[in-house]
């Protein structure tokens, strides 16, 4: 009896850990496929997880959520490095535009120097 008990323990963790990876798996496949795909690949990994008894359904939506924050903090660092990008870009275009400017200021005061020696002689 312990046996019969044991074994079918067994079998249910087995069955419970499989299906986390199976949607893990699927989450993959998702990420992977082109955006047309993607939606009908959800639904139907929807209604899988509808069909599931209550601790399956459980399981699966925890592996879900987990598997869905990765990338979002991805896409997190993406955008910081690209604001970060850009913001050194902005100042990169502010200082060559201020030695653009100091060039030309001092273009300027010798031009104007040149001017004022040929009037003052």
Do not use: C, W, Y
């Amino acid at each position: 009896m312990k046996t019969i008990l044991t074994f079918l323990t067994l079998l249910i963790i087995t069955t419970l850990h499989l299906s986390a990876q199976d949607i893990d798996v699927q989450m993959e496949q998702i990420r992977q496929a082109p955006p047309s795909e993607r939606v009908k690949m959800m639904n139907e990994l929807k209604r899988q997880i509808a069909q599931m008894n209550q601790n399956d359904r459980i399981t699966a939506i925890n592996s879900l959520r987990s598997s869905m924050k990765k990338p979002m903090r991805m896409d997190e660092d993406v955008n910081r490095q690209q604001f970060q990008n850009s913001h050194e870009m902005f100042q990169n275009q502010q200082q060559h535009q201020k030695q653009i400017g100091n060039q030309i200021n001092n273009q300027f005061m010798k031009n104007n120097d040149n001017m004022k020696m040929k009037f003052n002689r």
